[in-house]
């Protein structure tokens, strides 16, 4: 695995773990008020948080489209670091 890929796994680790503390919070908004927005927040987090963990299991995976591509990998780690950036500003807004 190069560089760019550990990058890119460490980051949608610290990903599942946002999404993680958001789903809670959303599952938990959700049986207190019973809003269909809150249960739709929480779908949003689960699928999200699905796509995180395919995504890792790919990541380790040797059959990977991408993976002797240096400029393709910078795309992914730089795809998982725009998300890590917009989870940790959702994740404090919604935790506050």
């Keep these: 695995m190069g560089p760019w890929m550990l990058v890119a796994t460490l980051l949608s680790a610290v990903n599942a ?15 207190t008020f ?7 927040l929480a779908m949003f987090g689960a699928v999200l948080l699905l796509e995180n963990v395919v ?12 993976a002797n591509s240096p400029g393709v990998q910078q795309s992914v780690a730089t795809l998982r670091v725009l998300q890590t950036v917009a989870l940790a500003f959702l994740t404090y807004v919604t935790a506050k």
């Design 55 to 66: 995504a890792i299991y790919f990541f380790f995976s040797t059959g990977m489209l991408y």
């Design 17 to 31: 773990l946002l999404l993680v503390v958001l789903t809670i919070i959303w599952v938990r908004n959700y049986r």
């Design 34 to 40: 019973g809003s269909e927005m809150t249960a739709g």
